[in-house]
């Protein structure tokens, strides 16, 4: 098993910036990917951004450009920086991490004002 557990998120103006962590533990040698998924309400939830153990990197087309995603394997953890926020990115966010099974954490909220 997994744990994950996400901090940052809260609310911020149009155009601010927000930083989320996640720290995984337990059994991390069956981690190989971890990300960030968010959900906003009645919309499925949707991939942000993912990084491998190497650290290649996967983003959305929707926040390419405004986010960066990034991860110390040494420390189990990873953040996902937020620029430019849109009250479209308004959504809980979710830390994910696994390969062949995945584990979530427990979200945590991200609302953009206009």
């Known amino acids: 098993q997994v744990q994950l557990v996400e901090s940052g998120g809260g609310l911020v103006q149009a155009g601010g910036s927000l930083r989320l962590s996640c720290a995984a533990s337990?059994?991390?040698?069956?981690?190989?990917?971890m990300g960030w998924y968010r959900q906003a309400p009645g919309k499925q939830r949707e991939l942000v951004a993912v990084?491998?153990?190497?650290?290649?990197?996967n983003y959305a087309d929707s926040v390419k450009g405004r986010f960066t995603i990034s991860r110390d394997n040494a420390k189990n953890t990873v953040s996902l920086r937020m620029n430019s926020l849109k009250p479209e990115d308004t959504a809980v966010y979710y830390c994910?991490?696994?390969?062949?099974?995945?584990?979530w954490g427990q979200g945590t909220q991200v609302t953009v004002s206009s």
């Open positions: 990084i491998s153990r190497s650290s290649g990197t």
């Open positions: 337990g059994s991390i040698f069956s981690i190989n990917a």
């Open positions: 994910a991490a696994g390969s062949v099974e995945w584990y």
